[in-house]
């Protein structure tokens, strides 16, 4: 019974998983060190995007500078 249960649980987990960064990435934008203009990406992009060190690599619209940036809470500024 036990067994059964616990690719319920990972699912449920993965779910609330998703909705966290969903959320966090519509309260987060970014700032391209190159120009200086904030931007935001579209949630897809932020969940699919190589991160690393609580860094997400990313494209800036404005001037195509492509680098791993901190997602910078929109709260903050
Ligand atoms: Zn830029």
Known sequence: MAAQ???FIVL???IMLMLLVARRAKHSHFECPEC??????????Y??????MGKREVTCPGCGYRGFLPPISDDES
């Open 36 to 45: 200086g203009c904030a931007f935001k990406i579209p949630v897809a992009a």
């Open 47 to 52: 969940m699919v995007s190589f991160h690393a």
């Open 5 to 7: 249960i616990v690719p």
């Open 12 to 14: 449920i987990l993965a």
